[in-house]
């Protein structure tokens, strides 16, 4: 009886030790899913937040360039710089409207109403210089307009470094250092559609 009971005791340390390494080792491996979930959701921000940086340039470049061109021919350089703003909308205006940046988001509402003031904003610039010969003076003060809106919004974006590591990716899968500026940066789009007339 005394020999069972000596085997026990050790048999029972073994089986907890085992038990406590498996414990170790789920929990490691949930720990590494998430944080290689949370690595994926920062590279995700980062390129949207790239979209955002890019939008603001390309309409910041493309107005100035518009600006000075006396005829068409040489407004087909702006025309295609202002012609990249329109597939870099949606990941801007999704990278914006994320409860991070404003947590009373319903973030598809606001999705859709950064997004329509994004295609206002190309559409009003896309829809100068279309004819021969220099800008007209209301065409200039809207491209004035226009690449001020570009310049700002580009500032306000340029307040973030956007990341290229693991740690800094899930810094900003966290909302660590980027919401304030995506926050202005949203302001700053609403308030340069809602200056621009509206179609019709």
Not at 15 to 36: E, G, H, P, R, W
Not at 146 to 160: F, S, V
């Amino acid at each position: 009886m005394s020999g069972k009971r000596k085997l026990a005791v050790p048999i029972l340390l073994i089986a907890m030790t085992a038990m406590a390494i498996l414990i170790v080792l789920l929990f490691s491996k949930v720990l590494l899913n998430d944080q290689a979930s949370s690595t994926d959701r920062g590279i995700r921000l980062a390129e949207q937040y790239e979209q955002c940086q890019a939008y603001a340039a390309a309409l910041q470049g493309g107005t100035e360039s518009l600006a000075t061109a006396d005829t068409a021919a040489d407004r087909l350089p702006a025309a295609a710089q202002l012609g990249q703003l329109a597939p870099l909308e949606e990941g801007c205006a999704e990278v914006l409207s994320r409860k991070a940046v404003n947590p009373e988001n319903d973030e598809e509402a606001a999705k859709q109403s950064i997004l329509a003031d994004l295609e206002k904003i190309r559409a009003a610039a896309q829809q100068i210089g279309l004819h021969e010969g220099p800008a007209t003076d209301e065409e200039q003060a809207a491209l004035a307009k226009l690449r001020a809106g570009g310049e700002e919004l580009a500032g306000i974006l340029g307040q973030y470094t956007v990341p290229a590591e693991g740690d800094r990716y899930r810094q900003m899968a966290a909302g660590v250092d980027w919401t304030k500026p995506a926050a202005d940066a949203a302001l700053r789009i609403r308030e340069l559609a809602e200056s621009l007339p509206s179609k019709g």
